[in-house]
Nanobody, 118 residues
Framework: QVQLVESGGGLVQPGSSLKLSCTASRSTYSLYVMRWYRQAAGKERELVAAITGVAGSTNYADSVKGRFTISRDHAKNTVYLQMNSLGPDDTAVYYC???????????WGPGTQVTVSS
């Protein structure tokens, strides 16, 4: 099993930046695709960004392309989500997900709130 803990959320003004972190309880290097999801109030959870283990390939939701960057530090068992040019539509609880590519099991963190408001 993998335990995940997110951090870095908060209240920011439109146009600001935030960097979220997700630290895993053990290495997720080769067996897991790491993902960031978000869920706004009254809406379904949506995939924001993903990064593979070995190759480090990334993909993004169209709504965040060019503004958000996902990265990982294997030595720290940590995945990051750099978020720039934030707008009110980015307000949501952001969740870290580790997807085990062998078993198909998904592990989730408790989430961190991001609120973009003036």
């Amino acid at each position: 099993q993998v335990q995940l803990v997110e951090s870095g959320g908060g209240l920011v003004q439109p146009g600001s930046s935030l960097k979220l972190s997700c630290t895993a309880s053990r290495s997720t290097y080769s067996l897991y695709v790491m993902r960031w999801y978000r869920q706004a109030a009254g809406k379904e959870r949506e995939l924001v960004a993903a990064i593979t283990g070995v190759a480090g390939s990334t993909n993004y939701a169209d709504s965040v392309k060019g503004r958000f960057t996902i990265s990982r530090d294997h030595a720290k068992n940590t995945v990051y989500l750099q978020m720039n040019s934030l707008g009110p539509d980015d307000t949501a609880v952001y969740y870290c997900n580790a997807h085990d590519v062998w078993s198909g099991t998904d592990y989730w963190g408790p989430g961190t709130q991001v609120t973009v408001s003036s």
